[in-house]
């Protein structure tokens, strides 16, 4: 359990419970992975949050085969383009925070919550080393930037998974774009599952529709990502044409997948990571030398949501220099108030959490992004966004189709769209 705070440092504002006030209890992603890790057979469920109601674990353990396709990047707006998926609207999830895929993925590669497996962000402060990792892409940094790729020992070494496939009754099977499926990250995540790598989004019908009926009547879970939609968001916007071709793109594809599953014994469960939004204001922590002066470590976590390590007796100037370079761009808030607040999840934290997330979390206005680069790197530009917790970036959609399955009469089935305002 986090302690709760005690340094008079900052008060506990309304943004430090946003996060969990605003989510229905329940109603989460990582309850989702509940539902999953209890339905597939896990020999130790190492999440504490309870399964989906409306999706109970007797019902994803009553299927042969449960095929969950994550999509990087899903945002609710683009339900409007997506007629299909549309049509298997199940319900609407909240994301893990923050709300990114570094940490997201990690949670449904673990079973864990943000919290217990300790990766933060695409950048997450590593206290015993004094670096910073990168975990998706395995570098490793130190304060001038200099960064060193990680073998699969040595980024084991860093982050110590417990892959969720190695704890359930049933075989895997992990189908990744090829680019990626035999990464360092992804090698160490994939444990005991086949890793099946692919080039094209089109691919994916057939090569699915072969490996389900290849694996016959024997129980098994196959997990699928897709990826490019995220990179068009960041890149285009969310907002932008090459986004909506793409989804269209993407909801064919979709319905190629069912008509191929069709007769299958199968579950297929889509989601996403996080959301995306819009935004235009690109703050850049080095034309504020007075802030970075207060820091012993470059800001970590995510340009919506950064973890700042400020230097001892250095706090009341970390927060006046923010004030005066940022004003009410980037909201300042005590870590130790959003710690006990239990924003990073529930369960046993990880040993390294409190260090690894600092004193501060930085939470640029909606329309803003906070970058820390180092050394001639000049950092990211964004048209789009996620990581942080507005509506766009936390609320994630849930799709659900069944295939040549005949529940039982009193079988509890997901058949209404459960939505809230948050």
Same mark, same amino acid.
């Given at each position: 359990?986090?302690?709760?705070?005690?340094?008079?440092?900052?008060?506990?504002?309304?943004?430090?419970?946003?996060?969990?006030?605003?989510?229905?209890?329940?109603?989460?992603?990582?309850?989702?992975?509940?539902?999953?890790?209890?339905?597939?057979?896990?020999?130790?469920?190492?999440?504490?949050?309870?399964?989906?109601?409306?999706?109970?674990?007797?019902?994803?353990?009553?299927?042969?085969?449960?095929?969950?396709?994550?999509?990087?990047?899903?945002?609710?707006?683009?339900?409007?383009?997506?007629?299909?998926?549309?049509?298997?609207?199940?319900?609407?999830?909240?994301?893990?925070?923050?709300?990114?895929?570094?940490?997201?993925?990690?949670?449904?590669?673990?079973?864990?919550?943000?919290?217990?497996? !300790?990766?933060?962000?695409? #950048?997450?402060? /590593?206290?015993?080393? $004094?670096? &910073?990792?990168?975990? @998706?892409? +395995?570098?490793?940094?130190?304060?001038?930037?200099?960064?060193?790729?990680?073998?699969?020992?040595?980024?084991?070494?860093?982050?110590?998974?417990?892959?969720?496939?190695?704890?359930?009754?049933?075989?895997?099977?992990?189908?990744?774009?090829?680019?990626?499926?035999?990464?360092?990250?992804?090698?160490?995540?994939?444990?005991?599952?086949?890793?099946?790598?692919?080039?094209?989004?089109?691919?994916?019908?057939?090569?699915?529709?072969?490996?389900?009926?290849?694996?016959?009547?024997?129980?098994?879970?196959?997990?699928?990502?897709?990826?490019?939609?995220?990179?068009?968001?960041?890149?285009?916007?969310? !907002?932008?044409?090459?986004? #909506?071709?793409? /989804?269209?793109?993407? $909801?064919? &594809?979709?319905?190629? @997948?069912? +008509?191929?599953?069709?007769?299958?014994?199968?579950?297929?469960?889509?989601?996403?990571?996080?959301?995306?939004?819009?935004?235009?204001?690109?703050?850049?922590?080095?034309?504020?030398?007075?802030?970075?002066?207060?820091?012993?470590?470059?800001?970590?976590?995510?340009?919506?949501?950064?973890?700042?390590?400020?230097?001892?007796?250095?706090?009341?100037?970390?927060?006046?220099?923010?004030?005066?370079?940022?004003?009410?761009?980037?909201?300042?808030?005590?870590?130790?108030?959003?710690?006990?607040?239990?924003?990073?999840?529930?369960?046993?934290?990880?040993?390294?959490?409190?260090?690894?997330?600092?004193?501060?979390?930085?939470?640029?206005?909606?329309?803003?992004?906070?970058? $820390?680069?180092?050394?001639?790197?000049?950092?990211?530009?964004?048209?789009?966004?996620?990581?942080?917790?507005?509506?766009?970036?936390?609320?994630?959609?849930?799709?659900?189709?069944?295939?040549?399955?005949?529940?039982?009469?009193?079988?509890?089935?997901?058949?209404?769209?459960?939505?809230?305002?948050?």
């Amino acid at each position: 359990m986090i302690a709760p705070p005690t340094d008079a440092r900052s008060p506990v504002t309304a943004s430090a419970r946003r996060w969990n006030l605003e989510a229905p209890q329940g109603h989460g992603f990582i309850n989702l992975l509940a539902s999953l890790e209890q339905g597939l057979g896990s020999a130790q469920a190492l999440n504490p949050e309870p399964p989906l109601a409306a999706l109970p674990p007797e019902v994803v353990a009553g299927y042969r085969h449960v095929l969950v396709w994550l999509i990087d990047g899903f945002a609710l707006d683009y339900l409007a383009y997506v007629p299909s998926l549309r049509a298997d609207l199940a319900l609407q999830l909240e994301a893990v925070f923050p709300s990114t895929t570094a940490t997201a993925i990690t949670s449904l590669f673990t079973g864990m919550s943000p919290a217990q497996h !300790g990766l933060l962000g695409w #950048r997450t402060y /590593l206290p015993q080393a $004094d670096r &910073t990792l990168t975990v @998706l892409p +395995a570098r490793e940094s130190d304060h001038a930037g200099n960064s060193a790729a990680l073998s699969s020992q040595s980024l084991n070494a860093r982050i110590r998974p417990s892959p969720l496939v190695n704890r359930l009754a049933r075989k895997s099977t992990f189908v990744s774009p090829a680019r990626i499926a035999h990464s360092p990250y992804n090698r160490l995540m994939s444990g005991s599952a086949t890793v099946i790598g692919y080039d094209e989004l089109e691919q994916l019908p057939a090569l699915l529709g072969a490996h389900v009926r290849a694996v016959g009547r024997a129980p098994h879970y196959t997990y699928l990502y897709w990826s490019h939609l995220d990179h068009l968001g960041h890149e285009c916007g969310p !907002g932008s044409p090459e986004v #909506r071709d793409h /989804l269209a793109a993407i $909801d064919a &594809t979709y319905s190629r @997948l069912c +008509a191929e599953l069709a007769g299958t014994d199968t579950l297929l469960l889509t989601t996403t990571d996080h959301g995306m939004r819009t935004v235009s204001q690109r703050l850049d922590l080095r034309e504020a030398p007075a802030v970075c002066a207060c820091l012993r470590h470059p800001l970590t976590g995510e340009p919506r949501a950064a973890l700042a390590h400020v230097l001892p007796g250095r706090h009341r100037q970390f927060r006046r220099a923010m004030e005066e370079h940022f004003g009410n761009r980037v909201e300042v808030i005590a870590m130790e108030d959003w710690l006990y607040g239990n924003a990073f999840g529930s369960g046993v934290p990880h040993p390294e959490l409190q260090a690894r997330a600092g004193d501060y979390l930085l939470f640029p206005d909606e329309d803003s992004y906070l970058v $820390d680069p180092a050394g001639d790197d000049t950092g990211p530009c964004f048209i789009g966004a996620h990581g942080g917790v507005t509506r766009a970036e936390r609320e994630i959609p849930l799709f659900r189709r069944s295939f040549g399955h005949k529940p039982s009469p009193d079988r509890t089935e997901m058949r209404q769209c459960g939505t809230y305002s948050g």
